[in-house]
């Protein structure tokens, strides 16, 4: 069966420094991989996604990066953090299609605070 | 660009009854997919249930069913026979396309009372 591992849980950083989270999924190949971010009494926003290695689309231009150096591993980054980069991020794939519509499969996410 | 609506902030239900969250959704497409996730406190997302346009059937899955309106852009999700553990925000959620980016709404958070 197919899992998605997201790490850190929980991370706090001070303005001003880099971030890294990683996303891994397994039991699957050539999955398409997404970074979201939830913030507070607000849905889920896609900042980016990735249809195979090396090939990222960016949603919504901001301080952040994402890269995919293999097939199923997934990274968001940033080299310095904002005060608005707070939020839940959640990282998700799919199988590519068919069936087209394939729901999205999430990890446990990150709780970022920028401080 | 794709919207979703979700209205209601809050809504609450007695254990046992039955509850329905609203969702309205602005497209242009013809194809596309409907989908309500679920994040209870643990903030996991959980898929409830998936809709496609082109069938005419409302999904359903045990207690959890949708009334898809097309014409009116409505999806919404009933839960019947509502359980404690069914306390949890419920999102909506648009895709279209073979790359499955979602358009989610900006939840309705549900809590039901024993």
């Known amino acids: 069966s197919q899992t998605i591992h997201q790490w850190p849980a929980t991370l706090v950083q001070p303005v001003g420094s880099p971030l890294s989270l990683e996303c891994t999924v397994e039991g699957t190949s050539n999955p398409n991989l997404y970074w979201y971010r939830q913030a507070a009494g607000r849905g889920l926003q896609l900042l980016f996604y990735s249809v195979g290695i090396g090939q990222i689309s960016s949603e919504v231009p901001q301080n952040l990066s994402a890269s995919r150096p293999q097939d199923r591993q997934f990274i968001l980054s940033s080299k310095k953090l904002l005060l608005s980069d707070s939020g839940f991020y959640l990282c998700?794939?799919?199988?590519?299609?068919?069936?087209?519509?394939?729901?999205?499969?999430f990890g446990n996410g990150t709780r970022l605070t920028v401080t | 660009a794709q919207t979703v609506t979700q209205s209601q902030p809050e809504m609450s239900v007695q254990e046992a009854e039955t509850v329905t969250l609203s969702c309205t959704y602005d497209t242009s497409e013809s194809d596309y997919y409907l989908f309500w996730y679920k994040q209870p406190p643990s903030r996991q997302m959980i898929l409830v249930i998936r809709q496609e346009a082109y069938k005419q059937q409302n999904a359903t899955e045990n207690r959890f069913s949708v009334n898809f309106q097309k014409a009116a852009k409505s999806f919404s999700l009933k839960i019947s026979d509502s359980q404690l553990g069914d306390a949890a925000m419920y999102f909506c959620?648009?895709?279209?396309?073979?790359?499955?980016?979602?358009?989610f709404g900006k939840g309705i958070t549900l809590s039901v009372r024993p």
């Open positions: 998700a794939w799919s199988v590519v299609g068919p069936p087209r519509g394939s729901p999205l499969h």
């Open positions: 959620a648009y895709g279209t396309g073979a790359n499955s980016k979602l358009t």
